[in-house]
Nanobody, 120 residues
Framework: VQLQASGGGLVQPGGSLRLSCVAS????????MAWYRQAPGKQRELVAD???????TYADSVKGRFAISRDNAKNMVSLQMNNLEPEDTGVYYC???????????????WGQGTQVTVSS
């Protein structure tokens, strides 16, 4: 099982970026998927989470600016980031709670991280 993230880059304050993450391999199902970020010198923090049924949770700092979505058929989660601020700079990681075949217990997998830099 592998999670592959893409979409990071350099953007000016007020700009937008869209991150995507795809789970591949052999497994039964993908449950919750989420995006975390880690700024230099800081701990990794939750940005947004989405359940398989589409229920969303956001960090207070990104509410109203970021939107998480998923495509269950493609095992993909996306993060649309609008009105970006310098404080949003960091490495963004996706994760997924993936249930192996013939199992009732999920395992947590992480993507490799993608750099987002917001700077003028």
């Amino acid at each position: 099982v592998q999670l592959q993230a893409s979409g990071g880059g350099l953007v000016q304050p007020g700009g937008s970026l869209r991150l995507s993450c795809v789970a591949s391999g052999t497994f039964g199902s993908v449950e919750d998927m989420a995006w975390y970020r880690q700024a230099p010198g800081k701990q990794r923090e939750l940005v947004a989470d989405i359940t398989r049924g589409g229920s969303e949770t956001y960090a207070d700092s990104v509410k109203g600016r970021f939107a998480i979505s998923r495509d269950n058929a493609k095992n993909m989660v996306s993060l649309q980031m609008n009105n970006l601020e310098p404080e949003d700079t960091g490495v963004y990681y996706c994760n997924g709670r993936i249930v192996p075949r013939r199992s009732a217990t999920y395992r947590l997998y992480w993507g490799q991280g993608t750099q987002v830099t917001v700077s003028s």
